[in-house]
């Protein structure tokens, strides 16, 4: 069972976009056991479709195009795969009737002909609705081999993905499991580890791969299996991260998680019936966005206060002037200061503190470029640790923000 | 001149990781006049390395690999270039002695074999040396096409790039000029855009090609072309662009990379020394962090509130109770009370008060999901405007935290 993605669209080629479609694609797809072989990016030309649709049909069993589907003259997607299957086009009354709605409900213009014509199918395809978009996505079955082609707008590509993609093959095919373990490590390069770990590496099993993935830092180990008898590679799976645990236990730190940390950290949450409130000043309001992002974040996130100027942190989160004097407004004081005035004033369990410089410049503080102080007041106290995460400003935001999380997610499992 | 990026990995094909190193790649060889002819994505896999890079020798002129160059047994990719070239590996002393020097300096474990490993190259390749990490570039020759093999590591790629591989192409290459030239619009679909510049469209010189880039509210316009007169694409390009800005002057908002809606507010706040606060409900924190992601944003943007529950609506930005109890929380009223609270309460010209509900589900109010309020208050008033964005939350988010930032804008200029 292997597919392959292609994705259409010269924005790829170049670099206007980067493509996520692909990585959703390939994950959501190795959560059913089909791997992806090949991931393919290629301009909008009908050529360059023809040849990759091609190739890919020689490769893999499943074939999955994202992109080129729109209303404009530059979507050529849907005309060169009718030509691909020497199919033609028909009109399809129930993508006409949904196309109709969405301009009745949700577009201010008036629908047109060019709206209309993405109503238009190849006379083999199975339509998939689209419910976020005017362009259906379509499935085309070729002996034993299936061709998609779905919208390159993520959010509208990831429905049809979950809920017409998945299912479908779920249903077509007898898949074998896939099973991914990553284990994450801090504090050692990946050749240490390598040659740590060097037994265990030569005796693992040929069905079982093991792959490096340092970043930053860390170092995430994968193990990976495939096989139609599910519960033995779970078993064998498990017992083998088991071993590999014993050999990085000082730097172990976890597994990595399915679901993000913000969804993990909401479960927790709701789990213990707690709310949190946050404040922000350097990462400027991305904590609250990423606490915000879940669905039914409304039930433990109260709010927040972004302060980016002195006075807010002053009148809007209690925080003592006389501290931001003697301290400066880049420190731990403030930091610690900030959560716990929002925890009060909030009045929640768990309140993040976070303030740095994120630069360019050096500001008036003495604070360095990348300096980060974060707090994270908890039930039985105060959680403080600061770093640097050097340059530029949008890595300083981003790392300061997932490390803010991390922090959380550690306090709410320390008092529990 | 073409080129091809072929990025090695399993990580990236299961979807552990986004490939964000061909975009990088692709819009710096597109800067030097070099078109990427396809990014293709592939398993660390000898076989399907050589399978890969031949059919890239295929099409185009410049090959460029990443990934697969680490110290561990899952880094095949530099074996496998040595295979493809029928070469055999050799000792660096350069790259040995760089490795050496980063162990000694940044690194706390002792030095390997296989990291000295690292210093083995193919012999026909030419080091490029990678400054921040201890994989050396390698570039091969071969007729008159050029491989070259980077680490993953996306900023040690990106170092090579740019200091090696770029001035590398510019010295051997005799290049044409590529031009993009984007126009940014909001407010308007794509297809309705279409309809309204169909005779420039169909007017368009051959050379030159128009792409639709939808977005989340806004469609980018990209005029693309390619030549070795530099001078009249140049002009051609300007002139067309002027052509179009014509037809859509109404929803026009600027250039791509000339400036984002965010740092064009912030110019437009810096001139008139004025200061912004935000009052976000449904958008979470996502209006604060756009407009603090622009380097200098402390000198306009004061701070805001995050206010998901009622009681921070109520508590930190005076929207009285009665109006809550009267309107319900998401109303145009209560959006109003928020701009005007926060403008009072931080002391700034500019405020914007967002409530809506992003979804997935009814809540406790009579909103229909993605219904979003928006008001804006500034020195002479206060703007409002009222949205339904539909789903998923991710859209309302997204789409509302545009408009605010839209309806600023015209505030702004309005008052002017």
Do not use: W
């Amino acid at each position: 069972m292997q597919a392959e993605i292609i994705t259409i669209g010269d924005e790829i080629l170049i670099g206007q976009i980067v493509d996520t479609n692909s990585a959703f694609i390939g994950k959501e797809l190795n959560k059913i056991g089909v791997s992806v072989y090949q991931i393919t990016s290629i301009q909008d030309d009908a050529a360059h479709i023809l040849k990759a649709i091609a190739e890919a049909e020689a490769n893999a069993d499943i074939i999955i195009l994202t992109g080129g589907l729109g209303p404009t003259k530059d979507d050529i997607t849907k005309h060169t795969i009718t030509e691909y299957f020497n199919d033609s086009l028909i009109q399809n009354d129930d993508v006409l009737k949904h196309i109709e709605y969405l301009f009745a409900k949700y577009i201010s213009t008036p629908i047109s002909d060019v709206n209309r014509q993405q109503a238009l199918v190849p006379s083999k395809a199975t339509v998939l609705t689209n419910r976020f978009g005017t362009a259906p996505g379509m499935l085309i079955e070729k002996d034993e081999k299936v061709f998609v082609s779905l919208p390159g707008v993520p959010y509208e590509m990831r429905s049809l993905i979950q809920y017409e993609v998945v299912p479908y093959i779920q249903k077509k095919y007898n898949r074998p499991h896939i099973i991914h373990k990553t284990l994450m490590t801090y504090g050692l390069g990946e050749s240490a580890i390598a040659q740590r770990i060097e037994v265990f590496e030569d005796g693992l099993p040929k069905e079982i791969k093991l792959a490096y993935l340092p970043n930053l830092g860390k170092v995430r180990l994968r193990l990976s299996a495939k096989s139609f008898d599910k519960e033995r590679i779970e078993s064998e799976i498990n017992r083998l991260s088991n071993e590999l645990i014993a050999y990085v236990e000082d730097i172990f730190v976890g597994f990595e998680d399915e679901s993000s940390m913000e969804a993990l950290i909401g479960d927790l949450l709701v789990k213990e019936n707690s709310t949190l409130a946050v404040a922000e000043s350097c990462t400027g309001g991305n904590i609250s966005k990423m606490i915000s992002s879940i669905p039914g974040a409304s039930k433990y996130f109260v709010g927040s206060v972004v302060s980016y100027s002195e006075q807010v942190k002053i009148n809007e989160l209690d925080v003592p002037k006389e501290l931001i004097l003697e301290h400066t407004v880049v420190s731990a004081e403030v930091a610690r200061s900030m959560a716990l005035g929002i925890q009060k004033r909030y009045n929640v369990e768990y309140a993040i503190g976070v303030t740095g410089n994120a630069g360019p410049t050096k500001d008036k503080t003495d604070a360095s470029v990348g300096q980060v102080f974060i707090a994270i007041a908890y039930p039985g106290g105060v959680l403080e640790e600061n770093f640097n995460f050097g340059q530029p400003r949008e890595k300083v935001i981003q790392r300061a923000s997932v490390k803010a999380l991390e922090l959380l997610k550690k306090s709410i499992l320390k008092k529990s």
